[in-house]
């Protein structure tokens, strides 16, 4: 493998000193720009993109072309893992995700198998493999997955949910039936990871996108621990580097310090979280990824460069940081605003590490 001409990102997620403060943006690769629309019209649907490696890493690179970013994402969906298990994903216009199978009893759980990285999960590796070749050490790639309550969240309801009434009425009425299904998730999030980490992913992260939606303590029992399972069976050094692993709930600052208890590197946190507060709460003890409001990106660039300010003031001095947004850029952003973004945390940075 090439040798890595920048690694700033690395560094940043292990808290070891930086020059400034590294970026990349959670969708980066995506719909507000023209040259992924274009794309995405030629592969003919979404999954379709996902399951060609070569356009897979067309999109994953656009945005390192325009924009002077310090990582590169896998281009894939967090729907894969259930997918690969045979509930029929597909997806409606304007709906988002739907499953054809959704899970509502014991018995359609007890049949779900852990599908094999390189063989049912194969284009994902494919990818990964095709991303890393053609990244020549330009940048790290990051691979991912979603977290096994976020993933459980969709095979329940069967697509999209505003109440999440049947997964939580599965959680209340038969938590045993949960957590065998949230053991299977875990155990199939081990290996589609690791399996990303062999082909050349160079840091992981786990998007538990639903976490924010349980009570404190379904939260630990149902999402935190699956998570921690994960953390404990993850590959943590790939090519004599280490393969750090950033955790992220979405509206999870009540738990940051105990997510930062799984043997993590690294948190990502949304914008409802001041980051001087997550970083007191986690005293140092992990990396913080975050946590621009994506909408700022609607304002004018120097209201944008205002609020990049405010964040670099509110982690402040030290190392550790790695500046993103709170959640992913929204498809109606001017790639302007993306560029303003971004040169205001080159610009502002440096003075945070000296």
Request: with cysteine; net charge negative.
């Amino acid at each position: 493998m090439s040798e890595l001409k920048n690694d700033l990102y690395l560094r940043a997620l292990l808290r070891q000193p930086t020059e400034r403060t590294p970026i990349w943006m959670m969708r980066q690769a995506g719909r507000y720009l023209p040259e992924y629309r274009e794309v995405r019209a030629q592969a003919g649907d979404f999954m379709a993109l996902c399951k060609n490696a070569e356009l897979a890493c067309e999109v994953t690179l656009q945005p390192l072309r325009r924009f002077k970013l310090d990582a590169a994402i896998l281009f894939s969906d967090i729907l894969t893992i259930p997918d690969a298990m045979g509930l029929g994903l597909y997806f409606e216009t304007g709906e988002g995700p739907k499953f054809e199978r959704p899970l509502r009893d014991v018995a359609a759980i007890e049949q779900l198998g852990i599908p094999d990285p390189e063989q049912e999960l194969r284009y994902v590796m494919d990818a990964v493999r095709t991303i890393r070749r053609e990244l020549n050490g330009q940048v790290p790639l990051i691979g991912f997955s979603g977290s096994p309550w976020t993933l459980a969240t969709y095979m329940v309801e069967g697509g999209s949910t505003k109440n999440f009434s049947e997964v939580k009425k599965l959680m209340f009425s038969e938590p045993q039936a949960m957590h065998l299904l949230l053991d299977k998730l875990a155990d199939s999030v081990i290996s589609y990871l690791n399996a990303q980490i062999a082909a050349g992913a160079q840091a992981v992260m786990i998007f538990d996108t639903w976490g924010g939606v349980l009570s404190p303590r379904d939260y630990r029992e149902f999402s935190l621990k699956y998570m921690h399972k994960i953390v404990a069976g993850l590959t943590r050094e790939a090519d004599g580097r280490q393969v750090p692993v950033t955790l992220f709930t979405k509206n999870g600052g009540a738990w940051l310090p105990a997510m930062a208890e799984t043997g993590c590197d690294a948190l990502g946190v949304d914008w409802t979280m001041d980051l001087g507060t997550a970083r007191q709460l986690v005293q140092d003890k992990v990396a913080l990824q975050g946590n621009m409001d994506p909408s700022v990106l609607y304002a004018p660039p120097a209201r944008i460069e205002e609020e990049v300010a405010t964040i670099l003031a509110s982690y402040g001095h030290g190392h550790g940081h790695v500046f993103n947004l709170g959640h992913g850029i929204h498809p109606g952003v001017d790639p302007e605003h993306a560029l303003a973004f971004i040169e205001a945390v080159h610009k502002l940075s440096p003075a945070y590490h000296q």
